[in-house]
């Protein structure tokens, strides 16, 4: 019966059509990797149940959640003094977490270059004293400020950064001077891209769906000594036991309930970059990418990339109909919305920029085959022909 099942099951996963997708995220995750997961979904390595089924203590759990922080710790050079947690929450969650942890003096400052980098410095302003060290706001945060010389003070509890701003497709491709103070960055959108030295960082964290998995699982990696003690050092008295990085620290994520099949996806994408080469080689592989589409917008004659050469993402790419070119607002809206349309029609999928932004985008993460980014140019190049 059950392999019955699981036949049927694979016949139809076998038969679907995938699309590209260029979604900022939830985003296209690897299709070898969905496919193991298919093939595992109603019996888990011979447990007679799906992961989702199973209870977060059992052994054969416990290995899934040992092997992905091992994994990662393996594809990032994780030091030994640093903790790897997996939570939930979303970004969203470590915008409040990351003050209510670590703000012992009550300020700190930050680096607003986008949407996420300002709900998470409105966010801090709950919780204490939230500066303001360098925005990009004055241009639609098409560049990333100059962060040479901050006007950082000794007092600052951390720096904050968004370090990919998936919105405006920026990324900090240099880190900030932060004067001696630690450092506090949301990779969400450029998680596992390329190689980082993670001795320059207090806490890095990234939401899983955007480079890494689904939705639900925040991966949080932290230098032990910012972990505060919950009886001396915690700063937010009333900080729930959930927030208190030292609740999942010493319970190695295991406190509550983890979003285990989300752990487990990830586990499996960390499983399939190191087989892929690691860091090293997917960072060549988003590079070329890259290069392909900024390339083809250089030279397009009918669209143009929207940010500050030397700050673009490698992730997403954010690009318009050039109104140097059509001029007439109305116009370029229309042949925007014309080729969001015929885009999907072609099988790409999720162009369209973000709704505050407008415009159109490509996201372009670790799983986009080097095919997709060609379809895409080969698509904007016939639409560039029929259309200008
Ligand atoms: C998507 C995104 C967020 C928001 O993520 P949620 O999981 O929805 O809270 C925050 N920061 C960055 C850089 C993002 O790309």
């Known amino acids: 019966m059950l392999s019955v099942l699981k036949n049927n099951f694979l016949k139809g996963v076998k038969k679907m059509k995938r699309v590209y997708n260029f979604s900022a995220g939830p985003a296209v995750l690897p299709e070898e990797v969905l496919r193991e997961a298919a093939d595992e979904m109603l019996d888990y390595k011979g447990s007679g149940m799906s992961v989702m089924e199973m209870s977060h203590r059992s052994k054969v759990y416990d290995e899934i959640i040992k092997d992905a922080e091992k994994d990662l710790r393996t594809l990032m050079n994780i030091p030994s003094n640093y903790k790897v947690l997996f939570l939930q929450g979303g970004a969203h969650m470590q915008f409040a977490q990351v003050p209510m942890n670590l703000m012992k003096n009550r300020k700190a400052g930050y680096i607003v270059t986008g949407q996420w980098a300002t709900r998470a410095y ?74 980082v030295d993670v001795t320059k960082y207090g806490i890095i964290y990234a939401g899983a769906q955007k480079n ?101 993402s490698l992730m997403n790419v954010p690009f318009i109909v050039d109104p140097k070119v059509i001029t007439d607002d109305e116009k370029r ?55 200008l």
Not at 157 to 172: K, Q
Not at 335 to 353: H, Q
Not at 356 to 362: F, L
């Open 122 to 195: 409105k966010e801090a302003q709950k919780f204490g004293e939230a500066v303001e060290l360098a925005s990009s706001k004055d241009k639609t945060f098409s560049y990333i400020p100059d962060c040479s010389d901050l006007p950082i003070t000794d007092d600052m509890d951390y720096i904050y950064i968004c370090e990919n701003n998936t919105i405006y497709g920026t990324v900090f491709h240099e880190l900030p001077n932060t004067k001696g103070h630690i450092l506090v960055s949301d990779q969400s959108s450029c998680f596992l891209s390329k190689p």
């Open 333 to 387: 809206a229309e042949l925007e919305a014309k080729f969001i349309k015929e885009s999907k029609a072609a099988g790409l999928e999720n162009l369209k920029g973000h709704r505050s932004v407008g415009g159109m985008r490509a996201s372009i993460y670790n799983a986009m085959p080097k095919e997709g980014v060609i379809a895409l140019i080969n698509f904007m190049k016939k639409f560039e022909e029929e259309n």
């Open 212 to 312: 890494v998995g689904p939705a639900g699982t925040v991966i949080v990696i932290i230098r032990e000594d910012l972990i505060p003690d919950e009886e001396t050092t915690h700063v937010l008295p009333g900080t729930p036991t959930m927030l208190m990085y030292k609740t999942q620290a010493d319970n190695d994520s295991l406190y509550n309930t983890p979003p285990t099949y989300g752990i487990y996806m990830c586990g499996k994408v960390f499983k399939w970059l190191l087989k892929n080469g690691g860091l090293e080689a997917i960072y060549k592989k988003n590079v070329e990418k890259a290069n392909l589409l900024y390339d083809y917008l250089d030279n397009s004659k009918l669209f143009t990339g929207t940010v500050v050469k030397k700050d673009r």
